[in-house]
T-cell receptor
């Protein structure tokens, strides 16, 4: 597709359930990023992928959070045993590669997956 | 240590007046700095970036930002605000192998 695609756009889940959030980056983009946007917390970095490997997982808030990327394309962010504090917008972004990102070329964001844990 | 700070949660400006959204950074070396905007119910959009060269950077929608190394600042500016500029603005900086964002500043342009 033309842009970064995320699904579902909205998800309401019960506390304790597992959820999976999907990100389809721009075709050909090797770098993929997950961020979380909570009210009053700005954009928190979660994890980034270069190809299928994740050199930096430092932002994952707990071991309930995991992510994978297959075929150098689609990525899935999984949250196990969801808690109410997990409610947020989860944003995915991609860029041609990290060198491009850090050289100033832009990263492109999806519209996010709104997660509500009740 | 926090890499990017946006000291104002909210900024209110009358339409037609100049606006400034503040950002300071605390990254060693020569940082790459960015501004992004998020309109209601829409994704994050790139506004402008500073890599090197002129300290005054021009971007989308008439916005510009001034890099000030001595003050470690990268404030976003626009000479004449529009109501349609009302949105959430994020300053960002590169650190290690990723982009780190500030907490955001909500800009309200009053008609």
């Amino acid at each position: 597709g033309a842009g970064v695609s995320q699904s579902p756009s909205n998800k309401v889940t019960e506390k304790g359930k597992d959820v999976e959030l999907r990100c389809d980056p721009i075709s050909g983009h090797t770098a993929l990023y997950w961020y979380r946007q909570s009210l009053g917390q700005g954009l928190e970095f979660l994890i980034y992928f270069q190809g299928n490997s994740a050199p930096d997982k430092s932002g994952l808030p707990s071991d309930r959070f995991s992510a994978e990327r297959t075929g150098g394309s689609v990525s899935t962010l999984t949250i196990q045993r969801t808690q109410q504090e997990d409610s947020a917008v989860y944003l995915c972004a991609s860029s041609l590669d990290p060198e491009d990102t850090l050289s100033g070329n832009t990263i492109y964001f999806g519209e996010g997956s709104w997660l509500t844990v009740v | 240590a926090q890499s990017v700070a946006q000291p104002e949660d909210q900024v209110n400006v009358a339409e037609g007046n100049p606006l400034t959204v503040k950002c300071t950074y605390s990254v060693s070396g020569n940082p790459y700095l960015f501004w992004y905007v998020q309109y209601p119910n829409r994704g994050l959009q790139f506004l402008l970036k500073y890599i090197t060269g002129d300290n005054l950077v021009k971007g989308s929608y008439g916005f510009e930002a001034e890099f000030n190394k001595s003050q470690t600042s990268f404030h976003l500016k626009k000479p004449s605000a529009l109501v349609s500029d009302s949105a959430l603005y994020f300053c960002a900086v590169n650190r290690d192998d990723k982009i780190i964002f500030g907490k955001g500043t909500r800009l309200h342009i009053l008609p």
